[in-house]
């Protein structure tokens, strides 16, 4: 299976910017459809952004036009740029790694991100 491993949350004022990378291994990471969701507390867990193996990407209505995810799947690793934050955006955001083929999903075990002045 694969391990991830997220970093990059912290602390930004809003109108800020944030990249969070996701560090993939035990696994080839052609292997999966990848994606960044965000937790609140009592919110449902949201879907941030997903892209392919082929990098096909997709976000949610909220994020559109300010995040960006690419990853590189030479160095196994999956990052999520985020620009113009609010506080809205404030969660505990996970990498998730969807196997094509098996349908499993892996995650790791997510990185706070703050948006306040």
């Known amino acids: 299976q694969v391990q991830l491993v997220e970093s990059g949350g912290g602390l930004v004022q809003p109108g800020g910017s944030l990249r969070l990378s996701c560090a993939a291994s035990?696994?080839?990471?052609?292997?999966?459809?990848m994606r960044w969701y965000r937790q609140t507390p009592g919110k449902q867990r949201e879907l941030v952004a997903r892209?392919?193996?082929?990098?096909?990407?997709n976000y949610a209505d909220s994020v559109k036009g300010r995040f960006t995810v690419s990853r590189d799947n030479t160095v196994n690793m999956v990052s999520l740029q985020m620009n113009n934050l609010t506080p809205e955006d404030t969660a505990v955001y996970y990498c998730?790694?969807?196997?094509?083929?098996?349908?499993?999903?892996?995650w790791g075990q997510g990185t706070q991100v703050t948006v306040s002045a």
């Open positions: 892209v392919t193996p082929d990098g096909d990407t």
């Open positions: 035990g696994s080839d990471l052609r292997r999966y459809n």
């Open positions: 998730n790694a969807d196997d094509r083929f098996s349908f499993t999903n892996y």
